[in-house]
């Protein structure tokens, strides 16, 4: 299968791409860190959407459109839509660093690979631009710079793809969890009278993990691996109704799993709680 060449080969890439990853991981958290309303905006919270996964598809289109009008010798619109698609392509570039400054462990490694491909894409559609300034009479050398930074494009969306195909970055933890309205007993540390105030603990539910939190008579639930990346949310702390990550700082509201705040883009899933004649709990998953 040619996936497992490919992956090989974006994996063979580790001697520089995990330095240069960890590098860039440093100034962008030193970057995002104190302007987090912006990162949230880029990572895609307003929306509850990945926003970098669909931006990208705007200058892949422009590029595309780049060869056709070159194709019909359209020399005029061909260069305006070459700089519509450059720009397309640092603003797409610039969303995705929101994304990037979260990646850890292999999804690092391969966001690196997919970052740098995509910059010397850049400079080879600006080497393009470069050559078409002036009209030249002869374009074979402009065309042929895009026809090469359009392969670069297309290698570099493949590794970004892996990324969220292959990885999972980006993608909602829960994305198979079914809703389930049964009422299922909660199996906890404790006796359920003894849940402490205010603070996060870990219970089973079936085969899920909850995390609880008792706020004077209510039991609030969640459940326990962050919709982001899977972070240990009864590892978290509580902040102003919600719960937040230990991992990347994502907080869900803990009455109904609502996202508070990124870089997650998606809503925790949250239970109903109630309690049982011989002192336990059940809890089923609301309905969202
Ligand atoms: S795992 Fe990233 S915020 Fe929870």
Known sequence: MLARFLTRLIDGQAAWARPFGDFNHRWLLALFGPIRPVKDFLNGTWLGHPVHAAVTDVPIGLFTGVILLDLLNERAAADAVLVLGILAMVAAAVI????????????????????????????????????????????????????????????????????????????????????????????????ASELPEGTPTKAKLGVNNLVLVRMGTTIHALHEQCAHAGGP???????????????HGSRFRLENGYLARGPAVYDQPAYEVRATEKGGLEARRRST
């Open 233 to 247: 949310l009864s590892a978290g702390t509580i902040v102003d109704g919600c719960i937040q990550c230990p991992w």
């Open 96 to 191: 995705g660093l929101a994304d990037y400054t979260d990646t850890d462990g292999t999804a690092r490694l391969r966001a690196t690979v997919h970052g740098t491909l995509m910059v010397v894409t850049l400079l080879v559609y600006l080497l393009s631009l470069a050559l078409r300034v002036g009209n030249p009479v002869d374009r074979t050398a402009p065309v042929i710079v895009s026809l090469l930074a359009y392969g670069l494009i297309t290698a570099g969306a493949y590794v970004g793809g892996d990324v969220v195909y292959a990885l999972g970055n980006m993608v909602s933890r829960h994305a198979f969890r079914g809703a389930g309205a049964k009422w299922l007993p909660v199996e906890l540390p404790m006796p």
